[in-house]
């Protein structure tokens, strides 16, 4: 199976920063795509963030700018760097990977989510 343990969130003030990270581990072949994604009260899940596995990046129009997504292939990790934050930016962000597993000689895909983390941002 596969993990995906995210960490880094908390309480700041408008304005400040945060750094989310999402460490993957167990049975991992390779990991293709990495995202982040956020949820606010009463909100659909959205994506805010993504990089393919040759870094080829995407970012929600709300966040560009202000947000950076980054990744470690070799520690399977991948990182937001969140500034300038806004109260509207509040919400639980999750980690999503997609990952190609080998099972019997043959490789597969899987998608896998993250506990999520909040992070709330108020004075």
């Known amino acids: 199976q596969v993990q995906l343990v995210e960490s880094g969130g908390g309480l700041v003030q408008p304005g400040g920063s945060l750094r989310l990270s999402c460490a993957a581990s167990?049975?991992?072949?390779?990991?293709?795509?990495m995202g982040w994604y956020r949820q606010a009260p009463g909100k659909e899940r959205e994506l805010v963030a993504s990089?393919?596995?040759?870094?080829?990046?995407r970012y929600a129009d709300s966040v560009k700018g202000r947000f950076t997504i980054s990744r470690d292939n070799a520690k399977n990790t991948a990182y937001l760097q969140m500034n300038s934050l806004k109260p509207e930016d509040t919400a639980v962000y999750y980690c999503k990977a997609n990952v190609k597993r080998s099972i019997d000689s043959s490789f597969y895909n899987y998608d896998y989510w993250g506990q999520g983390t909040q992070v709330t941002v108020s004075s």
């Open positions: 990089s393919t596995s040759s870094r080829i990046t």
């Open positions: 167990g049975s991992i072949f390779s990991i293709n795509a």
